[in-house]
């Protein structure tokens, strides 16, 4: 790996993900425009992720290490952010896909240095890459706005409006400077930590399609969904207690009743959409 630190740190946080991997690794490798490292982690995977990684090894713009068992994603995400040397940073998950140029397009955005998080609309598919929804995301938040706006419109929305690790980038500082990926809201991990940056500064959209999601049984069963909702109102409480200028307790009425409502449209989805997903 280069000694001079890169504009943009791509990390993957892997963990079982030996029939994917490879697409994710050569989706961000494929990119240019814009200087940039990857950086991937295993979770102590048992089905060869490891091995998949290591064709990688020989790039220059590579960097492959491991994250001890235990500690769920929160472990494994903190971990491979830690080794990030870049001003600005991307997670992407080790099943996901990101689109030519979108690394150097929300670079850009995040040229001006009040913007520190930018996120784009994604494809969600199935786990055999078909499409289940196409242009997805930014409901709502499609122009440049205060951070502490995109929050508030997210948790009134009762949903992640700016979609999952692939689809935003944010400044690095940012993100260490709120102490990294938060962990105390599990199944929000990804939007209760942008909403953090995103106090930091303002959010810029990239209105492009710029990443592919893979959806799995695993990730919409019921269970999910139900503590997902929970999990969620426990988020909004959060942001009220500790910033209170951001949500009003109208705003928190709101979203707490819209998060419950989205949790009952998952479940159904789940059910209609059950044998894709596996």
């Known amino acids: 790996m280069s000694s ?14 030996a029939k994917t991997i490879a697409e994710t690794m050569t989706s961000v490798l494929d990119q240019d425009g814009v200087e940039f490292e990857l950086i991937v982690a295993d979770h102590s ?32 995400w903190n971990r491979v952010t830690e080794l990030a040397r870049g001003e600005l940073i991307k997670l992407v998950c080790g099943d996901d896909i990101l689109r030519p140029g979108t690394l150097a397009r929300q670079a850009a955005l995040l040229n001006d240095p009040k913007a520190v998080l930018t996120a784009c609309r994604r494809d969600i598919v199935d786990a055999n890459g078909r499409t289940l929804m196409a242009g997805w995301g930014l409901r709502g938040i499609q122009r440049r706005m205060p951070g502490a706006l995109a929050v508030r419109a997210a948790v009134r929305a009762g949903s992640n409006l700016f979609g999952e690790p692939a689809s935003v980038m944010m400044r690095t500082a940012a993100l260490r400077e709120v102490g990294g990926w938060f962990g105390e809201f ?36 019921v269970a999910l969904t139900k503590a997902q909702s929970a999990q969620a109102r426990g988020f909004h409480h959060w942001v009220r207690q500790h910033h209170p200028e951001v949500l009003s307790p109208l705003d928190l009425a709101i979203g707490d009743s819209r998060a419950w409502a989205m949790a009952r449209a998952r479940r159904v989805s789940y059910k209609i959409l059950e044998r894709r997903m596996r």
Not at 45 to 74: H, I, K, N, W, Y
Request: net charge negative; proline share 9%.
């Open 186 to 221: 599990p199944y929000l991990i990804d939007q209760a930590t942008y909403s953090q940056v995103l106090l930091a500064g303002d959010f810029v959209p990239d209105t492009e399609v710029g990443a592919t999601f893979r959806m799995s049984a695993s990730q919409w069963s």
């Open 45 to 76: 995977s048992s089905d060869g992720t490891r091995a998949e990684m290591e064709r990688f090894a020989d790039d220059p713009r590579v960097q492959l290490t491991g994250t001890p068992s235990g500690g769920g994603a929160p472990r494994n």
């Open 4 to 17: 001079a630190a890169p504009l943009v740190s791509v990390v993957i946080p892997a963990y079982n993900n």
